[in-house]
């Protein structure tokens, strides 16, 4: 606590001022945290001081909160880049990121406890600079952080705000930010570590060399390529859950399951529930076989029942077996995109909604997917899967966005791969019939994408579907069979 202390008196993070009538001024507290070296031992104790937040108000201590932070898909794009080129990816650090800005709204605050000011016991800080919790501050570094990069020639994206790409000659690097996490890499090391030089100039921080773990990712790389997981991150849900001793289920859900708002009794812990399915919804970033379960767990979230629960129980035994499972990104040239799209026509029994579920592959390795709830109520197994249609073609947009910013060479025409006729036909037909002029016109949207030859639909049989594993529950052989088109593997298989 002292160290922490005397840091921010240092960096000159208030002034003291005297208490006047109707001033609004927050409090705080101090956290402890146990800092973890990567192979589980303890590095350090820590502690910070925190502001409570939540007794700002709107137009008096804060006004914009919103912080960007680097888009998943982004995330696999980059990584995608460094598999091909065999570039290095640096990681970086921010020390006391929130420090290094200044406030543009005045906000009080009381003086922390034990640290009182024994001269002024009564008078409170003027925050001259940003602390953890406040509501502005991640907006407020980010902004900081954007100018630094901006100075010293990083251009920001306008696809992903967060990636922000350098090219100066021959010199090509791109960084990822995500509040004071940062991956660098670039095709020469030189330049990188001047960049990483330069930024030492502007804020303490620590250069951890080549990745290893990310946001709780653990990023391996060898001959294959790089694999992605989410292994402790795993472990940790598991037992919190207390199923790591379970019995591992070939399937996250079975075929029989049929979820719904009144199936059963509610569930006595409802707040664990959601718990459990907040922790869940982040390991499909690398876990997409479970996007699906997840997604039709994550619609009762509000009024959990005990069949809920033992559905998300069998998540965590098909989880209790794929512990080291992740993505792998292989070496590749090609930057081609194949898109799969589908959807399964009402298949809410509630609301007879339908779910869209589609994945894009670039120079076969898969980088995003969805598997989500439609908002409206599609008339015909056609209309359902036209709408899964123009979401994918949504993606498609603005991953040749991003790719345009980039300076990647792409092949322009993009196949996206559809089981159902009626969709496909629909989709390339300028006609409007009755049985569709109740489509909003923003779901045609594919058809402009069709006739500027950016993308091509074509049918593709059934059982070859990829994008079924994001609509609906299969059978272990079928699941089995679309999972390794997913290109989900273990780690210790690739060693």
């Not at 888009?71 to 290094?100: G, P, Y």
Request: glycine share 4%; proline share 3%.
């Amino acid at each position: 606590m002292d160290t922490e202390f005397y840091a921010l008196l240092k960096n000159k993070t208030w002034i003291l001022v005297p208490r006047r009538p109707g001033m609004s001024v927050i409090d705080n507290r101090w956290v402890y945290r146990v800092k973890l070296n990567k192979d589980g031992t303890v590095q350090r104790l820590k502690a910070c001081l925190v502001t409570k937040g939540f007794q700002q108000q709107l137009g008096v201590d804060f006004y914009e909160t919103f912080s960007p932070v680097v888009k998943s898909s982004t995330i696999r794009v980059i990584l995608h880049l460094s598999a091909s080129n065999q570039w290095d990816i640096q990681e970086v650090d921010i020390d006391n990121a929130f420090l290094n800005c200044t406030l543009s709204k005045t906000v009080y605050m009381e003086q922390p406890a034990s640290y009182v000011n024994t001269s002024h016991p009564h008078y409170v800080c003027k925050l001259q600079k940003a602390l953890y919790g406040l509501r502005q501050a991640p907006r407020a570094w980010f902004d900081r952080l954007q100018q630094v990069l901006s100075s010293i020639g990083f251009c920001s994206s306008v696809s992903d705000p967060s990636l922000f790409f350098y090219k100066q000659g021959d010199a090509e690097l791109y960084l990822l930010v995500y509040v004071d996490d940062i991956l660098l890499i670039g095709n020469n090391n030189l330049t990188v570590r001047g960049i990483i030089a330069k930024l030492q100039q502007f804020f303490l921080l620590k250069t951890l060399g080549c990745v290893n773990y990310f946001l709780s990712f653990k990023i391996t790389r060898g001959a294959y390529g790089i694999h992605l997981s989410l292994s402790k991150y795993t472990i940790d849900l598991l037992n919190k859950t207390h199923m790591l001793h379970s019995k591992p289920s070939p399937t996250p859900i079975s075929q029989s399951d049929k979820l719904s708002l009144n199936d059963s009794k509610v569930f006595d812990h409802p707040s664990f529930f959601r718990s459990v399915m907040g922790g869940l919804q982040y390991l499909t970033l690398s876990h997409p076989d479970i996007a699906f379960t997840v997604n039709k767990l994550s619609q009762f979230m509000h009024s959990p029942t005990q069949h809920h629960w033992n559905v998300c129980k069998r998540l965590l035994r098909y989880l209790k077996g794929t512990i080291g499972q992740g993505i792998l990104f292989k070496p590749s040239k090609e930057w081609n995109v194949e898109c799969f799209s589908d959807a399964d026509w009402a298949g809410s029994i509630d609301d007879r909604k339908s779910t869209t579920g589609y994945c894009v592959y670039i120079g076969g390795n898969l980088i995003t997917w969805c598997s989500k709830k439609q908002k409206a109520v599609a008339k015909s197994s056609t209309e359902a899967e036209y709408r899964a249609l123009s979401q994918t073609a949504t993606e498609i947009a603005w991953l040749y966005s991003l790719f345009t910013e980039l300076g990647i060479k792409h092949k322009l025409l993009t196949v996206i791969w559809c089981d159902n006729a009626g969709a496909n036909q629909l989709s390339s037909n300028p006609m409007f019939h009755s049985s569709t002029k109740h489509i909003e016109v923003d779901v045609h949207y594919v058809r402009d994408l069709i006739k500027q030859g950016i993308v091509e639909v074509r049918h593709i049989p059934t059982s070859e579907q990829t994008a079924h594993i994001f609509t609906k529950p299969l059978s272990i052989s079928q699941f089995s069979y679309l999972k390794d088109k997913l290109a989900i593997v273990d780690q210790a298989s690739q060693a």
